[in-house]
C-alpha cells in the first residue's frame, strides 16, 4: 500500500472510527480529516436555489435543530448575505459559535484569475464573518464558456489567489467543484504549495465515474457528492423501481438510501431541502445498506443531469 494510500485508510478511520461503514456513529456526527488537520463534517447542508431571507432563515434553522453544522453556498447562489445574517441570529439559539459551523463558498466562474482573491474577501464580507473554512473553484472554466483558450491560465491564477487567501488566514482549506481528472493533474502539477483539498461533483448511483474517485482517493482530496437524489425537478433516481424496492426493504425513503449509498463509501454529500420533514430525513441515516443492494446501486447505466466540464479546455 501506498504512503497516499494509507494516508486516505487512516483519515476515513479517523472520519469513521472502528468502521468504514460507521453505523455506530451518528451521520451529524461523522467526519473528514483533511490534511490542514481540519475536521469537516461528511453531511452537510445544500442551499443551491434556495433563496430569499425568510427561507433561508427557516432552512438553516431547521438544519441546525437536526444537527447539520456544514452549510454549502456558493457566490452565484446569490444568498450568501441572507446566510449570514441567519447564522447571526440562530447559532446563539442552539447555543454554538462560528467556530462550530463549517461554510462552503465558491468562486464565481466571472470572477476566475487575479479577482478571485477580491471575490473571496466579498464572499466572507456577505456572510458576515472573518473567514471560511472551504473556498472552491466553482467550475473549470470562465463565464461557463468551453472554448476559451484562456482557461487553463484563469484556473492557475484562481489558485495561487486563493492560495493566498489561506496564507492570510481568509481560507482554512481550497478546493475544486466539477473537476475531472485532467483538470485535477494540471493543478497537482503547480499548486503554488497547497493541494486541493475537496473536488465537489455530480455522484449519484446514475452517475459516478470510478476513475474519479480512484484518482482522488489516490491524493487524498475528499470527494463531496452535489445532486445526490438527482437534481433540482429530476425525480428519476427517487423514483427508480430498483431504488424503491431497496427502500422499501430497509424500511426507509428512496432519498435516504440515494443519500446513505455515498456516505457508506466514505463520500461527503450536501443534499438540499426546504421542508423541515425533509431536512430531518436527509440526515437521518443511521443503517447500512447490504452489500448486494450497494451493488445494485452502483450497476445503473451512466446518466448524467447537472453541468457537464468534460468540454472545458
Known sequence: MSTKSFLFVFLTFVAFGSGIMGDEILAKNMNFKL???????????????????????DVLDYA??????LIDTAKVYRN???????????LPKYNLTRQDIWIT??????????IAYDSLKESIKKLDCDYVDLYLIHWPGSK?????????????????QMTKGVKDGLARNIGVSNYLVRHLKELLANDHGVKPAVNQVEWHPHYHPQSLLD???QENILLQAYSSLGGTGNLNLIKDPKVKVIAEKLKRTPAQVLLKWALQQNIAIIPKARSESHVIEN?????TIPAEDMDILSSFSPEKYAWDPSNIA
Open 80 to 90: 450568501e448575505e441572507d446566510i449570514g445574517k441567519a447564522l447571526k441570529e440562530l
Open 35 to 57: 490534511a490542514s488537520g481540519d475536521l469537516m463534517p461528511l453531511v452537510g447542508f445544500g442551499t443551491y436555489q434556495i433563496r430569499g431571507t425568510e427561507l433561508i432563515r
Open 215 to 217: 484518482f482522488c482517493r
Open 64 to 69: 441546525l435543530a437536526a444537527g447539520y453544522r
Open 283 to 287: 440526515i437521518d441515516l443511521n443503517f
Open 105 to 114: 463558498t465558491k468562486l464565481s466562474p466571472d470572477d476566475q484569475g487575479e
Open 144 to 160: 461557463m464558456e468551453s472554448a476559451n483558450p484562456n482557461n487553463s491560465r484563469l484556473r492557475d491564477e484562481s489558485w495561487k
